[in-house]
């Protein structure tokens, strides 16, 4: 059971990451090197606004914005709003060398370039978040447990099914009692709460996109379109349709 599910994929999949180049002094995302040499040493990004800035000894040789999902991305939302990457292994750095080249050029391409080399860094900080352990109650601390990160995963993949709590404590392999504690104690809410969330972002991304609300509602699991819109309206404040006009 614990290689049935990919802790990360099925997030990953939901959002997509977008990435502008700007000027080094700006943006949420920039590569340090050091002083003398440029030679790239960490990545440093922050997650809840503000310029990522120089330690000792430090200068910064590329700046970029990169959005990915904001708020709205439960992965983004968990971790701590600024994370630091320390440049240890050759693969890293591999990666970095290639991005600092295309960041530093106007070639045809680069811009998409970019935007998949620093999703492939921002993977790389997520299993890094998740291998450390997270101090804070949340997703990240969720996908981190290898029991309950089963559960979770499950709730990305399949969002639409009408997942109990028995299902989900059998997923990773814990009795429902204990279960629910522990989903409580290290997501900080109660596992349907946490799908409720889950299926509101999706349905919401969803009809940011155009998509009707009554496709969305077969979708995520809603009896009706009046079930989903009341659920909708419960978590944003507003109606599906009313946010489509207003789109």
Not at 2 to 10: F, I, K, P, Q, V
Not at 59 to 78: E, F, K, Q, R, Y
Not at 184 to 212: C, F, H, I, N
Request: with cysteine; proline share 6%; aromatic share 6%.
């Amino acid at each position: 059971m614990a290689d049935r599910y990919d802790r990360l994929s099925a997030l990953i999949s939901r959002f997509d990451l977008r990435v502008l180049r700007v000027p080094l002094g700006e943006g949420n995302m920039v590569v340090f090197g050091e002083s003398e040499t440029g030679q790239p040493g960490r990545v440093e990004i922050r997650t809840r606004g503000g310029v990522p800035t120089a330690g000792p000894n430090e200068t910064s040789v590329a700046a970029c914005t990169i959005d990915w999902g904001g708020p709205a991305n439960p992965l983004m939302a968990a971790l701590p709003a600024t994370v630091s990457i320390p440049i240890r292994d050759a693969e890293t750095r591999a990666l970095l060398d290639l991005f600092l080249a295309e960041a530093g050029g106007r070639r045809c391409g680069s811009d998409k370039v970019l935007e998949r080399l620093a999703e492939v860094l921002v993977i790389r900080l997520m299993r890094q978040q998740i291998e450390q352990g997270a101090a804070e109650p949340g997703v990240l601390a969720g996908l981190a447990d290898p029991r309950l990160s089963r559960a979770i995963s499950a709730l990305h993949e399949d969002p639409g099914k009408p997942w109990s709590n028995g299902d989900l404590a059998a997923i990773a392999g814990m009795s429902l009692s204990r279960f629910a504690d522990a989903f409580r104690a290290v997501v900080g809410e109660a596992p349907q709460s946490y799908l409720r969330r889950w299926r509101m972002t999706l349905a919401r991304q969803d009809m940011d996109r155009g998509a009707r609300v009554q496709a969305v509602a077969r979708r995520y699991g809603y009896a009706s379109s009046e079930a989903l819109s009341r659920a909708f309206h419960r978590q944003f404040g507003v109606n599906p349709t009313e946010l489509r006009r207003t789109g």
